[in-house]
């Protein structure tokens, strides 16, 4: 009897898709399969949030997966834990190319696993899709509902699927109850045809045959290009906590008293003993730089985001017991030391990536990834990442620079933006020498100082382990073989934020022989030599997220008994996207001096300028790499 | 068994534990005034005591095993931080091993004493990385710049396995020792890898109630820390650990139970498994298709026709074991398994085909060396089918091996074939040809230094394999974009591969070029390798010296032949001589040979590896020689105006 009821739903159930999808490969359109590894048939999420602490999401997942590379396309995966999301139902079922079923993988089958990749601590899991494909391309789909209490996350929706893959139909459809201040905004939506539905209660996005793009080097970060939506509710709830996200200053007041109220405790005895480490002290900066450098000497990064975890830092008492936490901990507990001291810090919500992202200021939510701190000084912030032991005091890096972020105060919360590195103060000076003897074996010294964003490059090599040291100067040195080091003097100068390298090295055969003649190029030390990947037909926009200057001064002595034979010219080139010069002046004893400097300027430029911005680097490139030809005697 | 005497047994093992030089707690100022190791000073971290035992517990009249390490650790610099995170990992399955910490502490010195910083349990995390294995991690507390760190641990393994114990880490090992003790009843193969030198120490036998233990101690200091080197086959091989491997059981009044302790009996019990013997039986299940497959198949086809049939079906799921999982006949069906699976499905129809096929066991290059027939000893099967006394191997689980070719994972010295339940036999696993490529180049020059022509390469045996492998017609675009990211100034047009899947012949592929990166053309005068593009760089042998052997996998061959047209008013004014380098003992040879008439270069360059792995005492020949072919390889020809 059962079997009987049973058969005729299964069997509806499997109509049902056919009727809306046509699983075959067949039926995919023409302009889909262009560069195209796999490509999405269907991606349908329903969202449906009945009240602040209920949301149920849907989703339905069909992908073609033409060839093996366009395996991470299938994205069958939901995450759960113990506390909040729980998986309601999960299944794939496999087709082949005509459509035909091959196989059904039930809850059972999918593994599951911890969400951290073991590399940090957390309680949350994920069920993903344990699959073996037998032969391409075959069809996926992929089902899932879950249910969270948690509603300060909802989906956002990407227009387009990843790279190499195209997207045939993605459907979004979010419907909330009415007095959860239940909100969306649109981004980079121009000239994407994309249809929006909106009721009552209900809004819903469509796109439909989005061919797919190739990946281009320099891309901007898919935030600047791609159309996407954010939703979000101003009343919302997170981890058994009511929030509010009407505006920044709400959002930022609720934060404050909700998340990270209390955490700043720390035992009288830890006041007693920062306020006599900063002593008599009375300039802010000194004294914040006083705290930060005891909380480096203290502490070190571990991640841990066990349950409110996710979102609450550790209390600072407990950081300064164990000596360790996460971003969100380690910042907490500087605020907290510095607060001991009277220095007034705020805890600071970012996007940490070394592409530049904002957090979107017009779209009050839940964002960012990283925690940093900001101390205001006068009319100016100091940008304090905590989570590096060897980084100096006010240093940022391209971890957390030049973006907005929101900094979380009791009242009056905001936006602001983090300090930029210009390239005329990211500088990387050079200075030294080197020989070339009649083997053709070159010996030589240089001092490099580095500053500004370039500084970031060398100063973790003062606290790397030696083999990696002798790693970063192989590498850096590529273009010297069989480099032998002899001297690598370090001077980490964390005041002014400045690295010098005294570097002294020997390398056989660094001249190619012929014959009677010696050739070698004459910039050994710094080769500005890599040439970005021609593209016959440039999609993309692109952008230099960064600048930097480098000037180089080698005095290059000869061997004896050799004269040279050519020397490459002086150089000059100048374009928008930087300048370059170099130099060869003989001196009367002899002596080669090269003067070189290369400028690179930031800026986000149309595809069309791509084969200009390859050419200026191709022109740099064969310069860097001009030789000498020295003729024996 | 009495409760009585487990305790007993208990207090005598904790009363050994303590009565030992080394106890937890003894940090001294001098160790944490220490900046630098003393013989090690680039070290960030070291074991100054690594101290653990082994011994056997009975509960609920079984058997079990448990391990207690104690370790004292210094750290010198921030890098070694990492050293303060501890992780043990553990099966925790349904019958599961226990793991516990205790006496965890930090010490720092604070103005000249001594500061104990004792780790509470919030310091402690357990976390399920995948099913039926957890992670037991402990986060050490107040961990600083020439801290040292205090921890015991103890793992209770409900099954009578001892573990691994290394004398070595990627850190140096001041002190280490570890003790021993085995019930009567066992016998275990214990055996020591790698080059430090442990001493070995057998202790009185120790006699109790209910048995008597034999009990050895091993113990090694001033441990240097293994370095990583390029060409290694699998750094365990040479690492030092000890390995426990039992042999036989046998209980007062019964009879032995032999577990491995030779191959034969390590091979039959393999056999005898269900999951291995019983899985070659079956023929239901592939018989209709099979029977189909070879009508009118003439008897010399049967063997390819019946590999390609299996390869084609099945995928293999990148499990590398000697067992069945879910089975052949599930696998036929799913048309995916395991190296099992796969291959034990290939010999019963090989077998029901009339052919002399049998399961060949071997350990993968990933699971290290075979050297003592234990249980762990072999992780993965193919097949040899014997023809005429030749056994031809095979692997079905790469859709690109020929008969004959088994993929690199298994290349590892030697197999056991397992002819039936009482007859195993040796096999030589290694390739018994050399693996080739040959490039040739027709190239022009122009007169502004722009060199354009076309390629073709071929490769023959593993290269063939390898191309096969990491190569598809899908990934075409992404291949050549590669190309041209590692050739900068090279642009690729009409890429196309040959015989890409057609196993029987040799695979290759060709383009054209027009490279702008090649030629220096300073004043009146070109200057360029003859070998193009095609020069390498950089000496893959660095290091002073070598440790391990180096490992080329196979021998190999690489043949170059360039055929450059010089551009219209230019002659040769220099070119390089022609050499022969040969290494020692017929390991290698660089042959270079030039020819240069009024408008032509020819050069043919033949690099020869004759060994797929070379003695460590052969290392400054080895190096020396790949200096020589580089600093050749880069040398160039001078053109001038006619």
């Known amino acids: 009897m059962i079997f009987r009821i049973l058969l005729p739903l299964l069997f509806l159930f499997q109509s049902a898709f056919a009727q809306e999808s046509d699983l075959t490969v067949a039926g995919i359109p023409e302009n889909l399969k262009e560069n195209a590894d796999a490509v999405v048939r269907l991606n349908k999420i329903d969202v449906d949030i009945s009240s602040r602490k209920s949301m149920s999401t849907k989703q339905t997942r069909i992908v073609t997966v033409i060839n093996e590379n366009g395996l991470d396309a299938i994205d069958a995966y939901e995450y759960f834990d113990k506390s909040s999301i729980s998986i309601k139902s999960i299944e794939a079922i496999i087709f082949d190319a005509k459509g035909m079923q091959l196989k059904k993988i039930k809850r059972k089958d999918f593994k599951d696993l911890s969400a951290s990749g073991g590399a940090m601590f957390t309680d949350s899991r994920i069920l993903k899709l344990d699959y073996t494909p037998t032969q391409y391309p075959f069809t996926i789909v992929f089902t899932s509902e879950t249910e969270s209490s948690n509603t300060a996350f909802l989906p956002k929706w990407l227009a387009i699927a990843g790279s190499n893959t195209s997207m045939q139909k993605n459907v979004i459809k979010i419907s909330c109850v009415a007095d959860l201040g239940f909100k969306y905004k649109e981004y980079n939506f121009e000239g994407v045809p994309i249809q929006k539905e909106q009721s009552a209660n209900t809004v819903s996005f469509i796109a439909e045959n989005i061919p797919a793009l190739k990946d281009e080097d320099y891309s901007p970060s898919i935030m600047k290009v791609t159309p996407y939506v954010l939703f979000g509710l101003e009343k919302f709830h997170l981890e058994g906590v009511d929030g509010d996200a009407k505006d920044w200053e709400s959002f930022g007041t609720w934060y404050f008293n909700k998340i990270l109220a209390g955490t700043d405790e720390v035992l009288p005895e830890t006041v007693a003993k920062i306020q006599s480490i900063v002593g008599g002290e009375t300039d802010l900066e000194k004294k914040a730089a006083l705290v930060y450098n005891y909380v480096q000497s203290k502490t070190r990064y571990v991640s841990i985001a066990l349950g409110i975890g996710g979102w609450k830092p550790m209390a600072a008492k407990d950081v300064d017991r164990l000596g360790y936490g996460d971003c969100k901990a380690l910042s907490n507990y500087t605020r907290a030391l510095l607060k001991a001291v009277g220095v007034e810090s705020y805890y600071t919500i970012i996007y940490g990536d070394r592409h530049k992202q904002d957090m979107q200021e017009d779209f009050v939510s839940m964002q960012g990834n990283h925690i940093i701190l900001a101390v205001p000084n006068k009319d100016k912030m100091i940008w304090l990442e905590c989570t590096n032991q060897a980084i100096p005091f006010g240093y940022q890096g391209s971890f957390t620079d030049d973006r907005l972020a929101l900094i979380v105060k009791p009242q009056k919360s905001q936006i602001i933006r983090t300090g930029i590195y210009t390239s005329e103060n990211s500088i990387q000076k050079s200075k030294g020498n080197y020989n070339i003897s009649d083997k053709g074996t070159i010996n030589g010294s240089v001092m490099i100082v580095s500053t500004g964003i370039q500084y970031e490059s060398k100063y973790f090599l003062s606290e790397e382990s030696k083999e990696n040291r002798d790693k970063f100067y192989k590498s850096a040195f590529r273009n010297i073989n069989n480099l032998k080091l002899k001297k690598t003097d370090l001077k980490n100068d964390r005041e002014l934020k400045e690295f010098t390298e005294d570097i002294v090295f020997e390398a056989e055969g660094y001249c190619n022989k012929s014959g009677d003649r010696l050739i070698f190029s004459v910039n050994a030390f710094n080769q500005y030599s890599s040439i970005p990947q021609r593209y016959r037909n440039r999609k993309n926009p692109f952008e230099i997220l960064r600048g930097f200057l480098d000037s180089d001064e080698i005095a290059i002595d000869l061997p004896e008994g050799y004269s040279i034979e050519s020397k490459p010219d002086d150089v000059i080139i100048k374009d928008k996207f930087g300048e370059y010069t170099a130099k060869y002046t003989i001196s009367e004893s002899g002596t080669i001096v090269y003067t070189r400097s290369l400028l690179v300027t930031p800026g986000y430029y149309a595809n069309n300028e791509y084969e200009n911005f390859r050419q200026f680097r191709e022109k740099i490139a064969r310069n860097d790499n001009a030789r000498i030809v020295l003729l024996k005697k | ?642």
């Open chain 2, 1 to 642: 068994m009495k409760k009585g005497i487990l305790i007993f047994l208990f207090f005598l093992i904790c009363f050994q534990m303590s009565s030992q030089v080394f106890k937890l707690g003894g940090v001294t100022v001098k160790e944490l005034e220490e900046t630098k190791h003393p013989f090690y000073k680039d070290a960030d971290a070291a074991y100054l005591y690594k101290k653990g035992e082994t011994y056997f517990e009975i509960i609920g009249g079984s058997f079990r095993t448990v391990t207690e390490v104690a370790v004292r650790l210094k750290i010198y610099t921030k890098a070694g931080y990492g050293y303060a995170n501890v992780n043990i990992p553990y099966y925790a399955g349904r019958t599961s091993q226990k793991v516990k910490f205790s006496d965890v502490c930090t010490y720092n010195l604070v103005n000249g004493s001594v500061e104990k910083t004792k780790l509470g349990s919030d310091g402690k995390f357990e976390d399920e990385i995948v099913d039926n294995f957890k992670i037991k991690s402990i986060v050490m507390p107040n961990v600083k710049e020439g801290s040292v760190i205090e921890y015991r641990y103890k793992i209770i393994n409900p099954f009578m396995t001892i573990s691994d114990w290394n004398f070595q880490e990627k850190i140096p090992v001041n002190n280490v020792e570890y003790q021993v003790s085995i019930p009567d009843y066992f016998v275990y193969h214990k055996q020591i890898k790698g080059f430090v030198q442990v001493t070995k120490l057998s202790k009185p036998k120790k006699k109790n109630n209910s048995f008597s233990e034999n009990i050895t101690v091993y113990y090694a200091h001033n441990v240097m820390p293994f370095k990583e080197e390029t060409y290694v086959d699998n750094i365990n091989n040479y690492m030092s650990i000890l390995e426990h491997d039992m042999v036989k059981a046998q209980f007062p009044g019964e009879m032995p139970h032999y577990f491995a302790g030779n191959w034969q009996v390590l091979c039959r019990n393999i056999y005898e498994d269900e999951s291995f013997g019983g899985e070659l039986n079956g023929t239901s299940y592939f018989k209709e298709d099979v029977d189909m497959l070879l009508k009118d198949v003439p008897q010399d086809k049967k063997l390819d026709t019946l590999f390609s049939f299996v390869k084609d079906r099945m995928t293999w799921n990148e499990v590398e074991t000697e067992f069945c999982n879910k089975g052949v006949k599930k696998a036929y069906l799913e048309k995916t398994g395991n190296s099992a699976e796969i291959n034990l499905m290939l010999t019963a129809i090989l077998r029901y085909a009339g052919f002399d096929a049998n399961p060949v066991l071997l350990s993968t290059r990933g699971n290290g060396q075979l050297i003592y027939p234990s249980p762990s000893a072999f992780n993965y099967v193919v097949v040899g089918v014997t023809i005429n006394t030749e056994i031809i191997l095979l692997d079905a689980t790469s859709k690109n091996t020929v008969r004959g070719l088994l993929p690199l994972r298994a290349l590892n010295w030697i197999g056991r074939m397992v002819k039936e339940k009482d007859m195993s036999i040796e096999v030589d696993l290694m390739p018994k040809e050399k693996s080739a490529e040959m490039i040739s180049v027709a190239a022009e020059i122009d007169v502004e230094g722009r060199i354009t022509g076309k390629v073709r390469n071929q490769y023959i045996n593993h290269l063939a394999h390898l191309f096969r492998e990491s190569y598809s017609e899908s990934y075409k675009e992404k291949y050549v974009e590669e190309l041209e990211k590692s050739y900068q100034g090279i642009e690729i047009n009409d890429y196309q591969t040959l015989n890409l899947k057609d196993l029987s012949k040799p695979v290759g592929d060709d383009y054209s070029f027009a490279h702008n990166n090649i030629m220096d053309v300073i004043e009146d005068k070109l200057y360029f390798s003859p070998m193009l593009y095609f020069v390498e760089k950089e000496n893959p042998f660095t290091a002073e010296k070598r440790q391990y052997p180096v490992d080329f996998m196979f021998p190999h061959q690489k043949k170059y032949l360039f055929a450059i047209k010089l551009p219209q008013g230019y002659v040769a004014e220099t070119i390089p001589a022609s050499v022969v380098y040969n290494m020692g003992e017929n390991i290698g040879s660089f042959k270079y040979q030039i020819l240069a008439d009024d408008n032509m270069i020819r050069c043919n360059i033949t690099f020869d590896i004759n060994y797929a792995n070379v003695n460590q005492d052969y290392y400054p020949i080895l190096k020396d020689f790949y200096f020589k072919m580089i600093e050749k390889q880069n040398e160039k020809i001078v053109l001038k105006k006619a």
